[in-house]
Each structure stands twice: as C-alpha cells, then as structure tokens.
C-alpha cells in the first residue's frame, strides 16, 4: 500500500528537518523530487562519520534520508532558474523549505506568489521559530532548540544537568510533524494551503506529560536521570552484569515484582504502599529492590519478569538492538547496492509504519547531485543544448 502514491513533492530543503520529513513522504509513496543549488547542493552531502563519502558529496547524514528521490541543480536566485522553479510548481503538488522566513519572499517565490502559478499548491515552511515571533529571524540548529524547549533540563541527573539529548531529536520531531500536516493537506478536498511548522513547537507539544505537570500541577520538571517521574518502581536498576529497565507503574505490577523479589515486606511498608509515596521514596526503594537484582544476570531478570507481566528490558547499544532479532525479523533495515561512485552496500532504516503487514519502501538509491537534471528539465520542454547552456550559465 502505498497512501501517497501519485503524490508530487518539490522538496528545496537541506540538513536534517526537512529532508527526513520528505524522505518519510517517499516512503509513503509521494514522488520527492529533491532541488538543490549547483555545486554543492544539500550540506548533508558533505556530513557524516565516513570522509570518503563526504568528498564524494554522499556523506552518511545525506544516504540516511534521501533515498527514492530525484535530484536536480537549481540556481533560484537567477531569472531563468526562477521561471524553471515556477514552471515546476505547476506540475507539483507540495513544496517543502526549510529557509529562514522571507527568504522565498525576497526570491519572489512566496506561497502567494506561486499560488497564482498553481492554486492547489500546499507549502510547507518548516523554520526553527515559525514565520513570526521576536525569535524568527535566529539561526536554529537542533542544539539550540534543545535548549531553549527546556529538553536539556531535564535530560540528564543532578550531577550532569543541563544534558543535551544524544540525537537530533528536536531536528527530527520537527520534520515528522511536517510530515504529518503536509499527508493530511493532501488529503484535504479544498486544496492548497501554508503549512508553518516551528522546530520549536513542534518539540515542546511532545514534552506533554512534562509540561503538563507544571501548567496544571504546578510542578516544575527536572532531570531524575534513568527514573521514570510518574512512577515508582519505574527506572535502571543495577542487576548481577549491568543495567535493568523495569517499569512497575501499576500497583498490581509493583506487587508482582515484589513477591517475585521475595520482598512481600515491603508491599506492607507504609513508605512503599502507594504509588505517591514511593515516588516521595524512590531512591530507598531503588536500593532495596537492588540488594536483591544484583544477584542475577540482566538476561535473567528479563526473562522472569515479563514472564509474571512485569515490564523489563536490558539496555543496549546501538549495534545491540540493529542485530536483534524483533528489528531483523520486520525487516526495518534495508541493503542498498549498486549506488553510483560508491564501492560498497549501505544499510539504512526504513519507515516505521506497517500498512496491511507490510512496510513500505523507496523504489530508488539516494540521488548524485543533479542525478535527474536531464529528464526532469526534458519533461519542461527543454532540449539537451538547452540543457547544456543552462549548466554552463551556472542557472543548473
């Protein structure tokens, strides 16, 4: 199944946002068709752990979420590369920036300037700010959105706090909620319309829980490290050969865990007897609970707990859980081969979505820059020599 499959997106975006929005869309199965200025193009192109695919401008950050699209080169502060884009525009049915507020404006592209080309055309902004707002103009990585959402003051615990959350989620949240707007305004029966997406926003509506506490319960958040703030026995705990996840937040659950543990004592404990009193007492409790986890293996414990319904988990590492079997067997990693200038396969993550139990995925390798510069631009009328003198005018 394929929901968005018929579905034409001009994505003008770079980094990281705005390209793992698109690249979500691809795999629902939109056409992506990826601009790019001449030369350099996406600035992911040249980022990553591996310099030899940065020097080839297919860096890591670049193949990680540009598979099944298109490329072309598009110079949008030239007249004729202006005229190209509109004529694009027609033909598509998104348009997906992630520019700060008024660049597009300034270009002479605005949402109301192409509407007049295309009036059904949905445009998605997504920005660190939004397009208003005393703080609209500011640069904005997800570092700095991180912070100012108030995310780093609680990641962490007392000795390390503030902490920076060790992904760009921020980055990443902001495009899965362009994602969402952009596959809902093309199901929308009365067309076009502007999308404003604010990195920020987009961050601090799903810290819910978090904020929540303080705006109704008055409750300022802060950092508790590995301990889970809504309940008690919920957090790491230290078994015989490393870190335990255990999430007793029911009652039931907590009394499970207890009699399993052979601490019936401490159900009757008045410090322990509900949920508000334990989480008064949380540390108490970690380190009895502790006396007794430490005396078997993480795998151990994994296995008897949620044999008696008590949520458990070990913690892994990154190459821990990409061999587990629950991830290899759903197939959410998928080989690329065969992909121009590079001498070896990739892996990369698929969408996370299953539709009728199967996982939809891009039909194309991550794009050279300019890759489709010549059937795209054919599909406009252009013949080869125009093509040709295009390039050399530095216009593609």
């Known amino acids: 199944m394929k929901p968005l499959k018929g579905k034409r997106v001009l994505d003008l975006t770079n980094v990281l946002a705005g390209p793992f929005c698109t690249y979500q869309l691809a795999n629902l199965g939109a056409e992506v068709l990826k601009v790019e200025t001449p030369v350099k193009g996406d600035l992911a192109r040249n980022l990553g752990a591996d310099p030899d695919l940065n020097s080839k401008g297919m860096g890591i950050s670049f193949l990680a979420q540009n598979s099944g699209k298109k490329s072309i080169t598009l110079n949008l502060k030239s007249t004729k590369g202006k005229i190209l884009f509109r004529k694009l525009v027609n033909e598509y049915d998104a348009v997906v920036e992630n520019f700060r507020p008024g660049v597009m404006d300034r270009l002479g592209l605005s949402y109301d300037s192409l509407k007049k080309d295309n009036i059904n055309l949905i445009y998605c902004a997504i920005t660190g700010f939004g397009q208003d707002g005393p703080l609209s103009q500011n640069p904005a990585y997800d570092q700095i959105i991180q912070g100012l959402s108030g995310v780093m003051t609680i990641t962490g615990d007392a000795r ?91 009652d039931e659950q907590w009394e499970l865990l207890a009699n399993h543990l052979g601490r019936r004592d401490l159900i009757e404990n008045p410090d322990f007897s509900n949920r508000e009193v334990r989480k008064k007492n949380r540390l108490r409790l970690k380190a009895e609970l502790e006396t007794i986890l430490t005396t078997k293996l993480v795998k151990e414990w994994v296995d008897e707990l949620n044999e008696i319904s008590v949520p458990a988990g070990p913690v892994l590492s990154i190459p821990e859980i990409l061999r587990h079997s629950q991830i290899t067997e759903r197939g959410l990693l998928e080989t690329l081969k065969n992909i121009p200038g590079l001498e070896k396969n990739i892996d990369i993550l698929k969408t996370a979505v299953l539709f009728d139990g199967g996982r939809d995925q891009v039909d194309s390798n991550p794009p050279l820059l300019g890759e489709d510069n010549i059937s795209v631009y054919s599909n406009l009328g252009l013949n080869y020599e125009e093509i040709k003198e295009l390039k050399k005018e530095g216009v593609i």
């Open 160 to 250: 390390n706090n503030p902490y920076r959350v060790g992904y760009p989620i921020s980055d990443t949240i902001g495009g899965l909620t362009a994602a969402m707007a952009i596959s809902a305004a093309l199901n929308n029966p009365k067309g076009g319309s502007f999308i404003d997406v604010s990195m920020l926003e987009a961050t601090l509506v799903t810290m819910g829980w978090v904020i929540s506490n303080y705006l109704m319960g008055g409750v300022i958040p802060k950092a508790q490290g590995n301990e889970n703030f809504t309940s008690s026995p919920s957090g790491s705990f230290q078994a015989k050969d490393g870190l335990l996840n255990i999430a007793a937040n029911k």
